[in-house]
T-cell receptor
Framework: EPEVTQTPSHQVTQMGQEVILRCVPISNHLYFYWYRQILGQKVEFLVSFYNNEISEKSEIFDDQFSVERPDGSNFTLKIRSTKLEDSAMYFC??????????????FGPGTRLTVL | GQNIDQPTEMTATEGAIVQINCTYQTSGFNGLFWYQQHAGEAPTFLSYNVLDGLEEKGRFSSFLSRSKGYSYLLLKELQMKDSASYLCAVRGGSYIPTFGRGTSLIVHP
């Protein structure tokens, strides 16, 4: 069964460093998402991406964040200068459809980011 | 702003039926999602409602009333593996989903 994959599973970094989290969405999916979940807290939407453009982004997704689809398979989230409060589990998701359609989103296993 | 409310924790017995409620206040509405999340794992999609009424999928059903800002997830024939957190998420007018804090369901024998 096709699945979303994410690498690395755990990333430890120093405050102020740049990190790139990688995701490979399901191959025939067109819509891609990043979410984060701080330990013990609720899931928060960061950004959605379609047709090589950001569709929606939340207030969390400020200038420190960027997304890219550098080739036909990868979807990346870059945090330019990490802060302690960026420590969280980051989930990538993809869906075949978007908008008001029944867009079942498939989540990857997540990357745990720890900022020291 | 958006506000999603769901109970923090519920317990139920294996084989029973449980209903997990979710109420919301949002500016605009573009659909409500239910996800299951086991501890330490990613959320798994369960259902999506955008019109009023009941959607049934096997042992799980989800109901939506847009006028009341209310949804519930109904789990039948509970199994031990159903012990997990159940997340209600609402997409407001901006298409950005807002998640509730989740309801931790404990199923005991």
């Amino acid at each position: 069964e096709p699945e979303v994959t994410q690498t690395p599973s755990h990333q430890v970094t120093q405050m102020g460093q740049e990190v790139i989290l990688r995701c490979v969405p399901i191959s025939n999916h067109l819509y891609f998402y990043w979410y984060r979940q701080i330990l013990g807290q609720k899931v928060e939407f960061l950004v959605s991406f379609y047709n090589n453009e950001i569709s929606e982004k939340s207030e969390i997704f400020d200038d420190q964040f960027s997304v890219e689809r550098p080739d036909g398979s990868n979807f990346t989230l870059k945090i330019r200068s990490t802060k302690l409060e960026d420590s969280a589990m980051y989930f990538c998701a993809s869906s075949e459809m978007g908008g008001l359609a029944d867009n079942e989103q498939f989540f990857g296993p997540g990357t745990r980011l720890t900022v020291l | 702003g958006q506000n999603i409310d769901q109970p923090t924790e519920m317990t139920a017995t294996e084989g029973a039926i449980v209903q997990i409620n979710c109420t919301y206040q949002t500016s605009g509405f573009n659909g409500l999602f239910w996800y299951q999340q086991h501890a330490g794992e990613a959320p798994t999609f369960l259902s999506y409602n955008v019109l009023d009424g009941l959607e049934e999928k096997g042992r799980f059903s989800s109901f939506l009333s847009r006028s009341k800002g209310y949804s519930y997830l109904l789990l039948k024939e509970l199994q031990m593996k159903d012990s997990a957190s159940y997340l209600c998420a609402v997409r407001g007018g901006s298409y950005i989903p807002t998640f509730g804090r989740g309801t931790s369901l404990i199923v005991h024998p």
